[in-house]
């Protein structure tokens, strides 16, 4: 195992150098003289810079020759170059234009500007300073309200910001008198803009985790020629507005509402919180609801011949990550139907469900009847084209290469995705969707390969629990007792061992450089969530670990996305043992079948991930010899009262939440039964902890809490605190400073 610190320092500087794909553009076709097409693809990456401690955001162009029907040549246009400074960006519909939103350092060293400004081919043609114009607060730029949204006649541009705050003064703010002046001069502040006294420190509810300063949204138009903005009127005082657009005759915005009474509830990961699709009318102001009103819908796309809408839906409440549906708004029938339903259990073969955060900003086929998304299927992540008319589906990613696929956007039928496994980081194919009932046909061509990382093997193997630990709802498959999975896609994917309850999944890496004698040193990892998945794409903790010489086991136990809704909503009311059995058996499972050190076992986990972690070490002590953990969950019972997201705690306890809810005793009781302090007694092992000051989802008083009960106890224990860092630690100086201390913390404790 790699053990000099300034070896394992360049290991890192190298492997986090890497760089992520997140967003490509289709340009407008081309024709040559000799009838061939092409269309330039622009792309946009983001990359750590260890010296700046920043993520930098580049871009590329490739070109891409085609006759419609296939790629006949592609690659790459120029170098790359850093994009500054931009906060979201948006080619018009017809690709001649091209809106921006970017940040601009103020002379006054306060405050940050934001302009809007629209470019065409040659040159910038505006540049409006939205912070001069003092309609609003910072226009949103996240993926969770914000949008910047051309009208179909490219005259005006949709965004969504902070509505205006009065100012606010205090009852002793004293005043210059002004010589000679009157009230009624001109030059003075009307009464309505005089300061208000009294409401400096009102307190403003936000939407929780990475949305802190998200409050009060509103929906803002700006008229592009005559440099005008509107704050739009007629959304109702109880919505929250995002995710907009124009309606097929601008007329009016389409956009979603998420209810805010009666207070808010964080929303970043929470596709369960209540909202509906409405439209607005800017002519007469009236609101109308297109969706049902009583379930949580999000991502909302037009057709490109502008009749329909699509989006997702799940039920309010419950768990935060589900297998959603997809629904169809027909926008001149007004008719609403179900395109894909949520599904019970995966099955080889068959759609497995769609679980995903989003569905891409483009996502529609030219012919405005078929789409493409990504989703988990297991432990891969797959591409599926869905004929909303029929409800079929077809894999145009089962012949590829096995790990996680990504749509970045579909434009003309030309499909821009992105690829990646766990050895290989994120590379860019490109394909020509082809004509209905041809699309399992589709043939990828890489546009920028990234050469596969040497020394690390992986494979995916299934688990299933032994008959005592069954889930008793689940224990049979929908197809009956005689039901059995088809087999699975190709040889790497082990056959499940049983057809009865539920199974699970785990992805092993290993090192596969060094004497086949040695026995590697096995690092455990569950996902956070609990309700989300370690898809088998880059990820660069585990590549990193592996490659200093450690196996790493990324356990997707029941409960994770991508099996079906049944094993999603078999854990709440059993978190604490039916997740942490399902860990345990997968790290006993391995170390038999497997050549690694049971001697030299650790457990590594953030979120609830750390929570299962806590959980092994107290609840298994002899298994493990060595812990970290990032804001995990220690104490349900003392997180329901400070977290952004109570009502997680009483689900996952088992317990019904409302807002008006009080746990009684006994539900208090239930929550710290289910929790790793339960078991804090039995702890022995060393454990490193890393927590973000600024987490609002599980606040850091989590882990000092368990910190303390550690340190009373007489184990081994060291706290790092990661100041301007929230739940995912994912700032680029406390993630790669967490790596050094995971590692160092490793091979100390493990006597590697």
């Known amino acids: 195992v790699l053990s000099n610190v300034e070896e394992i320092t360049e290991l890192y500087r190298e492997l986090s150098q890497h760089p992520g794909l997140s967003a490509a553009c289709l340009g407008p076709d081309v024709t040559t003289q000799y009838g061939g097409k092409y269309c330039s693809l622009y792309t946009e990456w983001s990359q750590r810079d260890l010296a700046r401690a920043e993520n930098v955001k580049f871009c590329r162009q490739y070109l891409i020759f085609h006759d419609g029907a296939s790629v006949v040549y592609s690659g790459p246009a120029g170098t790359c170059s850093e994009i500054k400074d931009e906060l979201l960006s948006r080619e018009s519909p017809s690709g001649v234009l091209k809106a921006v939103l970017r940040k601009v350092p103020s002379k006054e060293k306060e405050k940050e500007k934001q302009f809007l400004e629209v470019w065409d081919q040659n040159r910038k043609v505006k540049s409006i300073d939205l912070t001069a114009l003092d309609k609003h607060g910072s226009v949103y730029d996240d993926d969770q309200f914000g949008c910047l949204a051309w009208s179909h006649s490219e005259t005006h541009l949709l965004y969504v910001a902070e509505k205006k705050c009065p100012k606010a003064e205090s009852f002793f703010q004293s005043k210059a008198p002004e010589l000679g002046a009157s009230d009624e001069d001109a030059g003075r502040p009307g009464k309505d803009d005089a300061p208000l006294k009294g409401e400096q420190f009102v307190y403003r509810e936000d939407w929780g985790e990475a949305l802190s300063t998200r409050s009060v949204p509103v929906l803002c138009a700006l008229d592009i020629e005559g440099s005008s903005v509107s704050v739009l009127e007629g959304v109702p005082e109880h919505l929250s ?38 439209y607005v009318d800017l002519t007469g102001g009236r609101c109308e609801l297109l969706s049902e009103d009583t379930r949580a819908v999000w991502s909302p796309r037009l057709s490109p011949d502008r009749c329909r809408i699509v989006y997702l839906e799940n039920d309010a409440l419950g768990p935060h990550q589900q297998c959603s549906r997809l629904r169809m708004y027909d926008w001149y029938t007004k008719h609403t139907s179900t395109v894909l339903e949520a599904v019970p259990r995966q099955a080889w073969g068959a759609f497995p469900g769609i679980y995903c955060g989003a569905l891409p900003g483009l996502c529609w086929a030219a012919d405005s009847r078929r789409l493409v998304l990504d989703t988990a299927q297991r432990s891969q992540q797959d591409v599926f084209v869905v004929d909303t008319v029929t409800g079929a589906t077809t894999s145009l990613t089962a012949d590829a290469p096995q790990g996680s696929w990504s749509v970045l956007t579909i434009d003309r039928d030309i499909l821009v995705a992105r690829f990646s496994t766990p050895s290989c980081p994120p590379t860019l194919k490109v394909a020509i969707l082809p004509g209905s009932g041809w699309e399992a046909q589709a043939q990828w061509v890489c546009l920028q390969d990234a050469p596969p990382v040497p020394g690390i093997s992986w494979g995916i193997r299934t688990l299933q629990p032994p008959p005592e630990q ?36 785990a992805i092993l890496l290993r090192p596969s450089e060094g004497s086949a004698a040695q026995k590697h040193p096995l690092v455990v990892m569950p996902h956070g969530g609990p309700h989300s998945v370690f898809t088998a794409g880059w990820m660069l903790y ?104 109570p009502d997680w705690c009483l689900t996952e306890t088992g317990l019904p939440y409302a807002p008006d809810t009080l746990p009684d005793p006994a539900q208090w009781t239930e929550m710290l039964c289910k929790s790793p302090m339960h078991y804090v007694d039995q702890v022995r092992v060393p454990v490193l902890l890393m927590l973000g000051e600024d987490d609002r989802r599980v606040p850091p008083k989590q882990g000092l809490e368990y910190y303390r009960a550690l340190k009373a106890r007489g184990v081994p224990t060291r706290l790092l605190w990661y100041p301007g860092n929230n739940h995912a630690l994912a700032g680029v100086e406390a993630e790669a400073d967490g790596f050094m201390n995971m590692a160092l913390w490793l091979l100390k404790h493990l006597r590697c």
């Open 542 to 645: 585990p590549a990193a670990l592996c490659r200093m010489g450690f196996a790493v086991l990324l356990v997707n136990y029941r409960g994770s996305l991508g099996f079906g809704q049944d094993s999603v909503a078999s854990l709440p009311g059993n978190v604490g043992t039916q997740d942490v059995r399902d860990v345990q058996l997968c790290v006993e499972r391995v170390l038999q079948e497997e050549s690694l050190d049971t001697g030299r076992v650790a457990l590594v986990g953030g979120s609830h991930g750390g929570f299962l972690a806590c959980h092994l070490l107290g609840q298994f002590p002899d298994t493990y010899h060595a812990c970290v953990v990032r804001n995990p969950v220690v104490n349900i019972a003392s997180m329901v009262a400070a977290t952004d997201i």
């Open 470 to 505: 069954e889930h008793p709802q689940y224990s049979e498959c929908p197809g009956g007792p005689g039901w059995a999975p088809p087999p699975p896609p190709s040889p790497d994917t082990p056959h499940p061992a049983s057809a009865g309850g539920l199974d699970f999944d």
């Open 241 to 278: 507005p995002g995710q907009a657009f124009w309606s097929p005759d601008d007329t009016g915005v389409v956009f979603v509402g998420w209810w805010h009474e009666p207070f808010r509830l964080g929303l970043r990961h929470c596709t369960n919180r209540r909202s509906a699709l409405f």
